[in-house]
């Protein structure tokens, strides 16, 4: 049947009871269930493996080109490592400078690792490539929440980048020079400390892991000391 034409006068009525059937129509209908947010417990495998293809990368170009050979300063390892078998290591012997940097913690690594292995360089490199792993790590758990935020392929791009920083070839004298292990750990306790300082509520414990974490990164690289002004940052 033909529809009534209504009228732009103002005496024409406001159909209100069609206005009025519409939502009380509308409210019956069943409400399609939320979306459910992605999960934060955990990031995605895809994420993962986009994350693990710099590592990998870097992983075959030292297992072809890394050599058990020392190189420049791995030449002062041997001092230490002469006055650790004789038991006259000291304090002072741990603490004095590297060019730079007091390499306190590194030395504590480097000796025992040279005699439980004959001293290969190659082995002090694979500890390079842990700490940067757990690096990796810290960095993607530190950025978890802003991935909820963003689309899923943004924070794949975002985490292969992290990644690809991280392990750049660009800095391969880093990866290939056994020693340079004293950076990535001065970098890996920084972003251990940072990440116990983010938590919502700190514990005792942790107050001690930040402690812990910066005389690791103090006593491991020149620049490890700014750690504690930026740790007393409000």
């Known amino acids: 049947f033909p529809l009534p034409v209504l009228s732009s006068h103002e005496s024409c009525p406001t159909p209100r009871f069609f206005i009025g059937f519409l939502v009380s129509e509308t409210s019956q209908l069943p409400m399609a269930p939320p979306a459910a947010e992605p999960s934060s417990k955990s990031l995605s495998p895809t994420l993962l493996l986009a994350?693990?293809?710099?590592?990998?990368?870097?992983?075959?170009?030292?297992?072809?080109?890394?050599?058990?050979?020392?190189?420049?300063?791995?030449?002062?390892?041997?001092?230490?490592?002469?006055?650790?078998?004789?038991?006259?290591?000291?304090?002072?012997?741990?603490?004095?400078?590297?060019?730079?940097?007091?390499?306190?913690?590194?030395?504590?690594?480097?000796?025992p690792l040279a005699q439980w292995t004959g001293w290969n360089t190659r082995v002090e490199v694979l500890v390079s490539v842990v700490l940067g792993l757990g690096l990796l790590a810290l960095w993607l758990q530190s950025v978890r929440p802003l991935f909820r935020e963003v689309p899923r392929s943004l924070a794949i791009g975002v985490a292969f980048l992290i990644s690809l920083a991280l392990f750049s070839l660009n800095q391969f004298e880093n990866w290939l020079w056994g020693i340079m292990m004293h950076a990535f750990l001065a970098m890996f306790a920084v972003a251990l400390g940072f990440h116990l300082l983010a938590r919502d509520?700190?514990?005792?414990?942790?107050?001690?892991?930040?402690?812990?974490?910066?005389?690791?990164?103090?006593?491991s690289h020149a620049a490890g000391p700014v750690f504690w002004w930026a740790a007393a940052l409000p």
């Not at 050979?69 to 741990?94: F, I, K």
């Open 201 to 219: 509520r700190l514990r005792p414990w942790h107050w001690l892991g930040v402690a812990f974490a910066g005389l690791v990164a103090t006593f």
């Open 51 to 111: 994350a693990s293809l710099p590592p990998l990368v870097l992983g075959w170009v030292l297992w072809c080109f890394a050599v058990d050979v020392p190189v420049l300063d791995q030449w002062n390892l041997p001092y230490d490592y002469d006055r650790y078998q004789r038991g006259e290591w000291t304090l002072a012997d741990l603490a004095r400078a590297q060019n730079a940097h007091r390499i306190l913690v590194p030395r504590l690594i480097l000796v």
